[in-house]
């Protein structure tokens, strides 16, 4: 039998001003003061939504990203306050910048594909010839894309976000120097553990001046991370990484003749197949929290969400100022 996978969200709660169903997380706006973050079981991959949720998803990216988002504070400020429910975080009602950092310490991926095409430039960053699958950058790039609410994200040069007027040429560069030290960051963590953090995105919003990290950092659905012990040997045979990410469920998409194109249709997810999915979440969480994952299997989870939203909400009494 397989597990409960929460794939959609509709509450309403005291000075709601808006719901937003983003690909896989539901974000309500309380009063323009808090953020209510769902991490929700839905998968997307190609920029689709798949079918079927991933049971426990939600809980291991929350919980992974919660942990990040407090190792990191000393970087920089983020949006979070709170994580009154395994699969939410509450947090500071922010703008966010129409830009993805997406950084990269290793050539694979989406990358690699484009590298394989011919292309010697992402984003407006130079890529040198002769390089192979998953060879380590002689310092991480950053790749930024634009942020789509639907479709495909775009990728975009630093060159294009500050002569568009997306982000000021002040604010990108802080970002820029965010987006190094938070990758630092979550390596030295990740080196701790066994794994390589090959690439990774972060969003920013901002607060009056103040810019902040919003949105998850560090879970498999925003980054990439390969096990240490036996890269080299693999890299050195030009041999499949053994990673821990989503790029696995890339693959099978692909393999079964799916990559979000028109007229492509997603294959049938299994039961088999989405429990492999979330066993493969659960060991990333036990692999970079070096703790055992214990899932929260209430009877109603959506209920248990929205009672530990509403007794937040009220604990706060009046408005965040």
């Not at 002040?170 to 965010?178: H, I, N, P, T």
């Not at 030290?181 to 080196?191: I, P, V």
Request: proline share 5%.
């Amino acid at each position: 039998m397989t597990a409960e996978a929460i794939t959609h969200t509709n509450f309403n709660f005291p000075k709601q001003k808006s719901l937003y169903h983003g690909k896989v997380r539901d974000v309500y706006n309380i009063d323009d003061q808090y953020l209510v973050m769902v991490a929700t079981d839905r998968i997307s991959a190609f920029d689709v939504v798949l079918p079927r949720g991933i049971p426990f998803k939600g809980q291991v990216l929350n919980q992974i990203a919660s942990r990040f988002l407090d190792a990191t504070a000393d970087i920089v400020p983020n949006w979070k306050i709170a994580t009154p429910d395994p699969m939410v975080t509450i947090g500071r009602y922010c703008k966010p910048f129409p830009v993805e950092m997406i950084i990269r310490g290793y050539l694979t991926g989406s990358s690699w594909r484009t590298y394989q095409k011919g292309a010697r430039e992402i984003c407006g960053v130079p890529i040198p010839d002769g390089l192979k699958e998953h060879q380590k950058f002689h310092e991480p790039i950053i790749t930024p894309t634009t942020k789509a609410d639907e479709g495909h994200d775009e990728d975009i040069s630093k060159y294009e976000i500050i002569r568009q007027g997306l982000i000021s040429e002040k604010d990108y560069s802080l970002m820029e120097a965010f987006t190094h030290k938070l990758f630092e960051r979550g390596s030295q963590m990740a080196a701790a553990k066994g794994l390589i953090l090959v690439d990774t995105k972060y969003e920013f919003g901002k607060a009056g001046d103040q810019i902040y990290l919003i949105d998850e950092i560090h879970t498999p659905d925003s980054s990439r991370y390969f096990y240490a012990d036996g890269y080299q040997e693999r890299f050195d045979k030009g041999e499949s990484q053994k990673q821990l990410s989503k790029e696995f469920v890339r693959e099978w998409l692909m393999k079964n003749g799916f990559q979000g194109k028109t007229g492509q249709k997603v294959p049938e997810m299994t039961d088999t197949f989405v429990k492999q999915v979330s066993d493969r979440y659960i060991e990333l969480y036990e692999h970079i929290t070096g703790e055992p994952f214990i899932a929260d299997e209430s009877k109603n989870i959506t209920e248990r969400i929205e009672k530990n939203i509403r007794i937040f909400l009220e604990e706060q009494g009046e408005i965040m100022p």
